[in-house]
């Protein structure tokens, strides 16, 4: 079960970053981190505008079913999914969430450096809705328990580091967490609802999965196909949601995080909701394993010494 681990008065000028004691305190936290534990900060680690605050306070999301944030994307300099009027509306909510993208970015890369030289900067997003109650399909709820797979980006066994923070100016969001990765494995994997992959029909698959791949590429589609590792992980995460008695009756540890406050976790390995909350902005890095403090710890490696075979193949990522 995830603890969490407080943070505060954090001065990077008072502690060069080639320092011992600065090296040696983010290697800490990576480790708390790859332990399933979560880091708080009580308050925004990093200068960000109350004026940018405010400008998200007003803005609407696209109802469409299919979509459930805001999503920026730092290598395209793009905005999706956002409801806006005008133009200029929307050259400034993309000033500001690139604003938040690389405030959050840079933050992260001095307290976390070990990752920061490894670490891919991936989609950030703002989620306008109240959590509690909304009307998503049960794949795409947040109150549920799960961990992380994304549907159409396959990971190939390097992790998702999410940072968060709650710019609700009146109210918390409520997270619930649970089991572990680990414990998650022994409990259910190999069970007749989440299976391991077989080494032989994945084989089989892997040939016609490259076959199709390198027809896309020749005709200009860029494609990226699933590992046997990205299955198990969207089946985990299928398998989770859909669990009516984990659900109601797993093991729950209940959290709150308070107006102008922050946290990251590992959510690929640790299994979390949001319970409640209207208003946190999010920005996702993509961490290869090689990246890590302690490498056996990620889910890829835990998955693999239980069946025994590497669940990853290069040649089906991008």
């Given amino acids: 079960m995830a603890k969490k681990i407080t943070i505060e ?8 970053s080639a320092a011992s004691e600065c090296i040696d305190r983010a290697k800490k936290l990576c480790i708390e981190l790859e332990d399933g534990n979560i880091l708080f900060f009580p308050t925004c680690p990093f200068d ?6 405010d400008f998200l306070l007003k803005q609407k999301q696209n109802k469409a079913k299919n979509r459930k944030n805001i999503a920026y994307k730092p290598n395209h300099d793009r905005l999706t999914n956002a409801d806006v009027k005008t133009h ?16 959050s970015s840079t933050f992260l890369s001095k307290l ?7 670490w891919v900067v991936d989609y950030a997003s703002f989620r306008p809705f109240e959590e509690k109650g909304r009307k998503l399909r049960i794949r795409a709820r947040n109150d549920l328990l799960h961990t992380d797979a994304f549907p159409s980006r396959p990971m190939h066994g ?9 710019i609700n100016p009146s109210e918390g969001r409520k997270w619930m967490t649970s089991l572990s990765f680990q414990e998650l494995v022994e409990k259910y994997g190999g069970t007749e609802n989440l299976p391991f992959p077989s080494p032989i029909n994945q084989k089989m698959a892997a040939r016609l999965g490259k076959f199709f791949k ?9 494609v990226s196909l699933r590992s046997p590792y990205d299955q198990f992980m969207l089946n985990l995460h299928h398998f989770l949601k859909e669990n009516e008695d984990f659900q109601s009756k797993g093991p729950k540890d209940h ?3 308070p ?23 999010e920005q996702t890095f993509i961490l290869p394993r090689d990246g890590l403090i302690s490498p056996e710890k990620a889910p890829i490696s835990i998955l693999e010494r239980v069946v025994g075979w590497t669940m990853t193949d290069s040649s089906l990522a991008n």
């Fill in 112 to 118: 976390l450096t070990p990752y920061g030289s490894k």
């Fill in 259 to 281: 107006p102008g406050s922050c946290w990251a976790v590992f959510t690929d390995s640790v299994t979390h909701a949001a319970m409640q909350g209207q208003y946190a902005l």
């Fill in 214 to 222: 390198k027809t896309a590429k020749n005709i200009g589609f860029p």
């Fill in 9 to 16: 008065n954090i001065k990077f000028a008072d502690c060069p």
């Fill in 255 to 257: 959290w709150e995080f």
């Fill in 48 to 53: 960000f505008p109350q004026q940018d605050i």
């Fill in 88 to 103: 200029e509306e929307m050259q400034r909510l993309i000033e500001v969430m690139k604003n938040f993208s690389q405030k």
């Fill in 158 to 166: 390097n992790r998702i580091l999410r940072f968060f923070m709650n």
